[in-house]
C-alpha cells in the first residue's frame, strides 16, 4: 500500500536555527508531492509543490524542499526559522496513474518556534 | 470568491445521532474530498468525488455516506454517529478532469470539529 512517513513528530527550535523536516513515501511510479501547513486554529494551507522538472522547489515564506527520486523522498528546509512558523507540517503524495487527485498524508510534523 | 466553505464549525453530537456536514466551494473545481483529521495520525482520506454524480470511497469509508448532485456541494453524512468518529473533518477540492493526469493543488475548508458523546 502506498504510505508516507514523517520521521519527526515533534520538533523544536530556537529563532534564526535551519529546519529539516524528512518526508519519504512508498509508491513506484511517477508522484506529485506537496508540503502543507497547518497554524493553530486554521485550516491546511499549501507551501510548494513538485511536479516535474527543478527537483529542487522553493514555497512560500523562504521554505524550499528536494525532491531526491533515488531516495523517495521529499524534505522540507528553511535555512532560519521564526517564532511565526509554528505549526503542523504535512508531507503528502499524490500518485499518477489514475483519475483522481487523491492525497496520501503523512502523519504530520508539529514545530514548535522558541522566540 | 469564498473558497471552500464548510458547516457547521463545531457539532456535538450523541451515539446514534445523524446528522450532515456541509461542504461547498465556488472555484467550479470537479474534484472534492472528505479528510479527517485525528492526532499522530495525519490526514485520512473518507470519500471523494470527481465530478457530480461520481463518488468514490476513501481510505476510510465506513459510517459515512456521501453524494454529489452539483459540482459545488459534496455533504458528508454520519447515519448513527460513534464516539469512533469525533475527529476535525477536513473538505477539500481542486480542478481536474476525471482520466487526466493533473495532480493539482487542493484547496482546503476551514473544517469542522465534532464530538461524539
Known amino acids: 500500500a502506498q504510505s508516507v512517513s514523517q520521521h519527526n513528530h515533534h520538533v523544536i527550535l530556537s529563532e534564526a536555527a535551519s529546519l529539516e523536516l524528512g518526508c519519504n513515501y512508498s509508491?513506484?511510479?511517477?508522484?506529485?508531492l506537496f508540503w502543507y501547513v497547518q497554524y493553530p486554529g486554521q485550516h491546511l494551507q499549501l507551501l510548494l509543490k513538485y511536479f516535474s522538472g527543478d527537483p529542487l522547489v522553493k514555497g512560500i515564506k523562504g521554505f524550499e524542499a528536494e525532491f531526491i527520486k533515488s531516495k523517495f523522498s521529499f524534505n522540507l528546509r528553511k535555512p532560519s526559522v521564526q517564532w511565526s512558523d509554528t505549526a503542523e507540517y504535512f508531507c503528502?503524495?499524490?500518485?499518477?496513474?489514475?483519475?483522481?487527485?487523491?492525497?496520501?498524508f503523512g502523519t504530520g510534523t508539529l514545530l514548535a518556534v522558541q522566540p | 470568491n469564498a473558497g471552500v466553505t464548510q458547516t457547521p464549525k463545531f457539532q456535538v453530537l450523541k451515539t446514534g445521532q445523524s446528522m450532515t456536514l456541509q461542504c461547498a466551494q465556488d472555484?467550479?473545481?470537479?474534484?472534492m474530498s472528505w479528510y479527517r483529521q485525528d492526532p499522530g495520525m495525519g490526514l485520512r482520506l473518507i470519500h471523494y468525488s470527481v465530478g457530480a454524480g461520481i463518488t468514490d470511497q476513501g481510505e476510510v469509508p465506513n459510517g459515512y455516506n456521501v453524494s454529489r448532485s452539483t459540482t459545488e456541494d459534496f455533504p458528508l453524512r454520519l447515519l448513527s454517529a460513534a464516539p469512533s468518529q469525533t475527529s476535525v473533518y477536513f473538505c477539500?477540492?481542486?480542478?481536474?478532469?476525471?482520466?487526466?493526469?493533473?495532480?493539482?493543488?487542493?484547496?482546503f475548508g476551514p473544517g469542522t470539529r465534532l464530538t461524539v458523546l
Open positions: 503528502a503524495v499524490s500518485p499518477y496513474g489514475g483519475a483522481t487527485n487523491k492525497l496520501i
Open positions: 477539500a477540492s481542486s480542478s481536474g478532469l476525471a482520466g487526466v493526469i493533473v495532480g493539482n493543488e487542493q484547496f
Open positions: 509508491y513506484g511510479g511517477t508522484v506529485n
Open positions: 472555484m467550479n473545481h470537479e474534484y
